[in-house]
């Protein structure tokens, strides 16, 4: 008797024809851009890159039409329209990414992270004066702001997945319409309701209120989702040993889902660190290094670099506005990248 | 015989402990902040800005005036504010972005969702979250540093070839800071919420409907078509909105790329405008107390924008998965 050893196929994967058939696609595709490139008025990447688009789905389109009919050369159409897509989504975050390193690079120097401004203008040479009062400003401000969050945004939290109430539903939906206030409204409210009638004097902690109204919907509905993973049973095995809603809450829910806050309250902080219209409304935006919230005006990162950019116009200003936002973006990067290592973290476990 | 006696009916009432009524009392004050804060920031704005409004009426709106005329003496002879010029403008950039964006968005969710393998899937969807975590003043300079050249001249081919209709001629040829290149700049800074959100309502199509779809032998096309967006149109169209809403609200990107100028301009390509919040922060500097008054008005008319698009926009999102075939 003859055996037949059957050996595994993998059919949904592409066969060598016709991944060759793929690139050949590619090749044909540059080769026509190119030749429109020199045969039209189109010029520069964009008129390449447009050219490329139209022939590249184009070519696919008649290679697949050719090869199994109209269905399959309509479905090749929404693909390469799609890659295109994404391509173009993704363009504007590389170059973003790449201009602000390439430009910033040269402004960084030691004395950026020991100086302030309050002897330099944003045109003096670019060793004198620095971002100690931008950056000592902003991280009081948004500690300030964590502060204030926090608390309000733990217990909507809690009220939205342990209480839920009659008014669990309202609630979630003014959250998420929280979210939606523009920063400038948040700084006018604080501007309206505490600056002009109360202190008179704008000033780090006006400016730590407004970063929290901004703040509180992303940690609150974080927090939700966070808190909305942790299974019931966990819940039911407090009660059942008798502890209160309050014990199951503080000694069994927010422990297990501590690293989840953590991500929140990170991801509250990626939110306002960058924020620049309120600070220029309600914290005055000073030069010199301030560490008292309560009175006199206080800088920030974002304010630094809307200020060298907007009074400057040297190679100076240019260049302590792009030392500026790399040092703002390495914060977000930095705050991004904790809070992926954390929720990839949790996830596995 | 004994009659079997039916027991009462008992009332089964546990009083919860001190400490549990304490503890729900103060998780629900915390959790009604948010409709305190949104209700305080409504009280104060209408409050700074009732004067104004009682003054100019429904004019505040729809008026394009906003100037205070003073004497020699810095006395005020008279002020006039309407909001109408920025209304426009605050509409059409965010239109603009919408019209670019979501398109971009939603087709890039297609992508990530039912063609990307795994490993580009997920470098891609970090990439597109970190954008979403770039402070708004980084998507300023660089749009005006960067995109701005290049920008300028996607405006001067598309007023050539169609500066026959009406919203892409311009009165003089000026392109630099144009409403459109603003609009370019909050759709960049869109796409992330937008994509993935979108994504979000495509991956809880259910996923029997799409393997029924394959199996009736529809491509890859014909299934997202007949299953994924009648599935997802209540999310496409809830994504686009809060992208909408964010778009109107944005200050300092705004301020940056635009030419900041009161009038009404609806020539997208020409190179004045603004929006409201640009507006405040453009007048904000110099104004006096009736000024920051009318400017608390206008911010009370962004908020209230803001507040309906966003609204709508969650009740869409959230309403999914009802329809669809």
Not at chain 1, 47 to 70: D, L, N, P, T
Request: some cysteine; overall charge positive.
């Amino acid at each position: 008797m003859k055996t037949v050893t059957i050996k595994p196929g993998t059919p949904w994967e592409p066969t060598a024809k016709e991944r060759g058939q793929k690139t050949l696609n590619l090749l044909i595709a540059v080769a026509i851009s190119f030749v429109l490139l020199y045969s039209t008025g189109l010029n520069g990447k964009l008129g390449w890159v447009a050219a490329f688009f139209f022939s590249y789905v184009s070519v696919s389109f008649i290679a697949e039409y050719r090869r199994a009919g109209k269905p399959a050369a309509q479905d090749s159409l929404l693909t390469s329209i799609s890659r295109f897509a994404i391509f173009l989504a993704i363009i504007p975050i590389v170059s973003i990414l790449a201009t602000v390193v390439s430009k910033g690079w040269r402004g960084l120097h030691w004395g950026l992270f020991t100086q302030d401004m309050s002897e330099a203008t944003v045109n003096s040479p670019i060793q004198e004066g620095g971002m100690l009062a931008a950056i000592v400003g902003t991280l009081i401000m948004v500690g300030l702001a964590l502060i204030f969050t926090l608390p309000i945004a733990i217990l909507t939290a809690l009220y939205l997945t342990e209480i839920k109430g009659k008014f669990a539903r309202p609630i979630r939906f003014l959250v998420q319409a929280m979210s939606g206030v523009p920063s400038i409204v948040a700084g006018l409210f604080i501007l309206s309701s505490i600056v002009y009638p109360v202190t008179g004097e704008r000033s780090g902690l006006m400016g730590a209120l407004a970063l929290s109204i901004l703040m509180i919907p992303t940690v609150a509905r974080t927090a939700e989702e966070v808190l909305l993973l942790i299974p019931n049973d966990l819940r039911e095995a407090g009660l059942a040993l008798g502890a209160t809603q309050w014990r199951t809450v503080a000694m069994v829910v927010v422990p297990a889902v501590k690293s989840g806050l953590v991500t929140a309250v990170i991801l509250g902080v990626a939110r306002v660190i960058g924020e620049t219209a309120p600070i220029l409304l309600v914290s005055g935006g000073g030069d010199a290094t301030n560490l008292n919230p309560v009175s006199g005006p206080m800088g920030s990162i974002p304010f630094y670099v809307w200020n060298a950019f907007l009074l400057g116009g040297s190679e100076e200003s240019t260049q302590r506005t792009w030392a500026g936002l790399l040092v703002l973006l390495l914060w977000v990067l930095i705050l991004f990248t904790i809070a992926r290592y954390i929720s990839s973290r949790s996830q596995k476990r | 015989m004994t009659d079997t006696q039916i027991p009462a009916r008992r009332e089964l009432v546990t009083k919860p402990r001190r400490s549990d009524q304490l503890f729900r009392i103060i998780v629900t004050t915390g959790g009604m902040s948010s409709l305190i804060i949104l209700g305080l920031i409504f009280a104060f704005l209408a409050y700074r800005g009732l004067g104004v409004l009682r003054v100019e009426g429904f004019g505040f709106l729809t008026n394009s005036d906003w100037s205070v005329v003073e004497d020699e003496n810095s006395n005020i002879v008279s002020q006039d504010y309407g909001l109408a010029a920025m209304l426009i403008g605050t509409i059409l950039s965010a239109t603009i972005a919408v019209l670019v964006g979501v398109p971009i968005a939603v087709l890039s969710a297609l992508f990530l969702e039912f063609y990307a393998g795994r490993k580009i899937r997920n470098i891609l969807i970090g990439l597109i979250d970190l954008m979403a975590a770039f402070p708004s003043i980084l998507f300023g300079l660089w749009g005006f540093i960067i995109l701005m050249p290049s920008a300028e001249y996607w405006a001067k081919l598309l007023n050539k070839y169609f500066g026959w209709i009406p919203v892409f001629d311009v009165p003089v040829p000026f392109f630099t800071r144009s409403p459109f290149i603003a609009g370019l700049v909050l759709a960049i800074m869109i796409i992330p919420i937008c994509t993935s959100i979108s994504r979000e309502v495509f991956s809880q199509t259910p996923l029997d409907r799409i393997q029924a779809a394959y199996a009736l032998g529809a491509t890859r096309l014909s299934m997202i078509r007949a299953v994924v967006l009648p599935f997802g149109r209540g999310g496409i169209v809830g994504g686009a909105m809060l992208g909408l809403g964010r778009a109107m609200g944005e200050t300092v990107a705004v301020y940056t790329v635009l030419n900041v100028v009161y009038q009404v301009n609806w020539q997208v390509l020409f190179g004045a405008g603004g929006n409201i919040a640009t507006l405040i922060i453009l007048k904000f500097g110099e104004a006096d107390r009736e000024e920051i008054n009318a400017l608390m008005a206008a911010g009370l008319v962004l908020f209230l924008l803001t507040l309906v698009v966003n609204g709508v926009a969650n009740i869409l999102v959230s309403r999914l998965g009802k329809v669809g075939r």
